[in-house]
């Protein structure tokens, strides 16, 4: 595992599942947070949870972020997901828990109580503004 921490954020689909499959085994991983867009931010938060649970990272810290888009009304693409959001396996439901800080929080507390934190979006932005308004100084 290289020494690089990071968090990924995203909407867990079938792409975001790899990216932190990869990172937890090829980074120090320090969480996941959640945020819509493939779907919305309930089955986006239990995919998560699922991915954790198939890689066997149920240690990493998943915490649920924004449901809906800034300024806009959601849009999700179960054309491309499917219904759940990461259709095609039958996963069980997952027993794993979210954190009870918010995605918000927990990207700023990792980034301002680490050194060299980097960021990997995967997918809306949402959570990483609502970040750097809340505090700049996480930049």
Same mark, same amino acid.
């Given at each position: ?10 909407d ?10 990869l ?6 991983l ?5 945020? &819509? ?29 924004i !449901? ?13 997901? !499917?219904? &759940? ?34 960021l ?20």
């Open positions: 595992m290289s020494g690089r921490k990071v968090i990924c954020d995203g867990p689909g079938h792409d975001d599942m790899l990216a932190f499959l990172a937890a085994k090829h980074l120090d320090l969480g996941i947070t959640t945020v &819509s867009g493939n779907q919305s931010i309930e089955k986006v938060t239990k995919n998560a949870l699922r991915v954790v649970e198939l890689g066997g990272i149920t240690s990493i810290p998943v915490a649920r972020g !449901g809906r888009p800034l300024v806009n009304l959601p849009v999700y693409a179960p054309e491309i997901h !499917g219904n &759940s959001g990461l259709d095609g396996h039958e996963f069980p439901e997952p027993t794993t828990k979210i954190i009870s800080k918010h995605a918000i929080d927990f990207i700023i507390d990792m980034v301002m109580a680490n050194d060299d934190v980097t990997v979006p995967t997918g809306p932005l949402t959570n990483i503004a609502c970040s750097l308004v809340k505090e700049p100084h996480a930049s």
